[in-house]
């Protein structure tokens, strides 16, 4: 796994964990496919890591693991059509972030690293501390003043220090960014791509459980979009794996109108990037004004024939209670995904993947 900056195209540096570029200050991104192998793939190894081969770490590097992934592919009739469940509330922490923080936590283990900060909305904080414990990482977490109590009581369970910062989203991130530009570690799951090689393990766990085939789509939350770059990368390092000859799945992002940047610059262009603002919304875990990715998922998208969609606020509630009826008990972020299908279940190809993404219970 090669990682280069994506202005500069500098190599990413053999020692500390810069966040970003130190020298142009521009993200850092997969410069090469993933090196998926069917053969490397170790079912010995606990969690994701039987995946290790492409996490681009080295062989003696030690896995920080709780037994992510593997979670269930269920099917239900929903629409008149069957759809399959992907169910990634299920993960050690409640919420498929636990991928991404294995695979950090390992690298921060394997620079040496013993302490870093982190910011998050609740989903992603939760599981930086259950993975930062676990690894005896010192680590300190900061999320909105107005996070839900569940959520910041389990941070606080891990042994994390929780910073409580008054306003948005936004502000949570130039809070920590003020600390992180002081010399802490900053482990951040939307700076950092060690995170993608982690959620990308979602699409060959999909894979394997459709019987080694490609689904027809994938409908998922998106926020600052981690999760749905890791799947198309997923996706594509399997076509090449197994020479597939076929586009990767329709990927279909869902935001929510009071926060949705993607679905606005999807929609108008670049001059949607004018036509949203950071409202209050449930879905806490997509409300991201600026995702810094953002170029990039469109593009993924594009390049799938998928769209993003957005859905209202009012729809949010009654599409978590709908699930809760199908026996999936899932917080308001992952319920947003209920209205997507019924706006476009029948534009969708067969099979039909949806990725549920984080537990009720994280929700009071």
């Not at 039987?50 to 269930?72: N, Q």
């Not at 283990?109 to 676990?134: H, K, P, T």
């Not at 940047?261 to 004018?274: D, I, K, Q």
Request: with cysteine; charged share 20%; hydrophobic share 40%.
């Amino acid at each position: 796994m090669e990682i280069s900056c994506t202005n500069c195209g500098r190599d990413y540096p053999p020692d500390g964990l810069p966040y970003c570029c130190p020298i142009c200050g521009s993200l850092y991104d997969l410069r090469t496919p993933l090196p998926f192998n069917p053969m490397q793939v170790d079912r010995s190894q606990p969690g994701i890591w039987c995946y290790r081969h492409t996490f681009g770490l080295s062989l003696d590097s030690e896995p920080v693991s709780l037994g992510e992934g593997g979670t269930p592919l269920l099917w239900a009739e929903v629409y008149d059509r069957k759809v399959a469940f992907k169910c990634e509330f299920l993960n050690p922490s409640g919420s498929f972030k636990d991928r991404g923080s294995s695979v950090i936590a390992a690298w921060l283990l394997s620079r040496g690293i013993s302490e870093a900060v982190e910011d998050s909305s609740g989903n992603a904080g939760a599981s930086f501390a259950a993975y930062a414990a676990r690894a005896g990482i010192k680590a300190r977490v900061f999320i909105p003043e107005s996070a839900s109590g569940p959520r910041r009581r389990q941070i606080e369970a891990y042994g994390a220090e929780l910073v409580l910062v008054p306003g948005s989203r936004s502000d949570v991130a130039e809070a920590v960014m003020a600390v992180a530009d002081g010399g802490v570690i900053y482990a951040s799951h939307a700076y950092l791509p060690f995170n993608l090689p982690g959620y990308a393990t979602v699409a060959y766990e999909i894979f394997e459980q459709l019987g080694n085939k490609m689904p027809g789509a994938v409908v998922l939350p998106a926020g600052q979009g981690g999760l749905l770059l890791g799947l198309v990368s997923g996706f594509n390092t399997l076509r090449i794996a197994n020479h597939i000859i076929k586009n990767t799945p329709k990927i279909i992002g869902v935001q929510v109108r009071a926060c949705a940047p993607l679905w606005a610059m999807f929609t108008a262009g670049s001059v949607g990037a004018g036509l949203f603002a950071e409202k209050f919304t449930l879905a806490e875990g997509v409300r991201v004004r600026y995702p810094l990715r953002g170029d990039a998922v469109l593009r993924d998208v594009t390049a799938s024939h998928g769209f993003m969609c957005v859905v209202d606020e009012n729809e949010i509630l009654p599409g978590r209670d709908m699930l809760a009826h199908l026996g999936f008990y899932v917080e308001p972020t992952s319920a947003i995904v209920w209205s997507a299908l019924a706006q476009m279940i029948n534009d969708l190809p067969d099979p039909v993947v949806v990725v549920l993404t984080g537990s009720g219970y994280k929700v009071e």
